[in-house]
């Protein structure tokens, strides 16, 4: 099995639209697609930042445009598989209403576009947390008939429910006391925004700085915990621990803020898991 170092991973995901030639020599056998939670890093984007301004004020960020439980799901997801790429989703994830999400979603129907055309034989994982997971579940409907087949997981945090076009392939993970997504009677979990700033704090809980200090300290935890090359034996140890049984969406109590999904990685280990499960063809 080729082995790649994290870094590698991130790296070549970044750049990937500007090297088309590298990646017809590098195509992996998965890639993931996420895009972070609101006020994440990196800030100040907007509806008409490029590509090349998004990856450079990502790589320039702890947790490379991912947030903090999407970096957390990468690092967990390429113990299991090593060679995995993956790309941070362009779009503002501010307070902009609607028109953040229409950024996101377009980004990944180009990014879905543009490496199926590249890679053909390599399979997609999409996720997100919060408005991540609301551009995710948004996009699901949009995603062209031929290139659906080769969407084999959808993995969010404190997200909508799944939409009816993934249901068969999707977890949608929510921590007890996150009230973005615990609780049906919530009109928030319905991810649905109005077109306007005050439609989106429907869905995502008002900015406070205690959010935006579980990001930052998210950040330099994961930045200093980077995955080292993995032995043989190790990836099957990993592999290994994924053969127990699914792990239930919703419910997990974790220390301190509940909107926090990598302090314990306890969801985002199994998303990957999930992930995992999916790629190799087991009953998940």
């Known amino acids: 099995m080729t082995k ?4 590698d991973a991130v790296v070549l ?8 030639g590298q990646i017809a020599l590098k195509c992996s056998e998965l890639h993931l697609i996420y895009a972070r939670a609101t006020t994440e890093p990196p800030s100040g984007m907007s509806g008409s ?9 990502a790589s320039k960020t702890p947790t490379k445009g991912f947030g903090a439980a999407g970096f957390s799901l990468l690092q967990e997801l390429t113990k299991l598989v090593p060679a995995l790429t993956a790309y941070p989703v362009n779009y503002p994830a501010d307070w902009s209403g609607c028109s953040s999400e229409t950024k996101g979603v377009n980004d990944i129907l180009t990014q879905l576009s543009t490496m199926a055309k590249a890679c053909p034989n390599q399979k997609y994982v999409l996720g997100g947390h919060s408005q991540g997971a609301v551009v995710t579940t948004s996009v699901a409907s949009k995603i062209p ?7 084999i997981a959808v993995t969010m945090f404190g997200a909508p429910p799944c939409p009816e076009v993934v249901k068969g392939m999707c977890r949608s993970y929510c921590n007890k006391g996150d009230d973005i997504c615990d609780g049906s009677a919530n009109a928030k979990s319905l991810g649905k925004c109005s077109g306007k ?5 429907r869905w995502f809980d008002v900015r406070n700085e205690t959010e935006e200090a579980i990001h930052a300290e998210a950040s330099t ?3 200093s915990n980077l995955a080292e090359p993995m032995s043989p034996a190790a990836i099957e140890q990993a592999q290994e ?3 127990g049984a699914a792990t ?37």
């Open 221 to 223: 935890l994961w930045l």
């Open 13 to 20: 995901a970044l750049f990937a639209p500007l090297v088309l």
């Open 248 to 284: 239930p969406e919703k419910g997990h109590v974790t220390s301190g803020y509940a909107k926090s999904y990598n302090r314990d990685a306890f969801y985002t280990k199994a998303a990957a898991c999930y992930i995992f499960k999916r790629l190799k063809g087991v009953a998940a």
């Open 49 to 57: 930042t490029t590509p090349q301004q998004f990856e450079t004020a």
């Open 145 to 151: 008939k031929d290139l659906l087949p080769r969407v």
């Open 197 to 201: 700033a005050p439609g989106v704090r």
């Open 241 to 243: 621990e994924c053969s």
């Open 4 to 7: 790649m170092r994290f870094t």
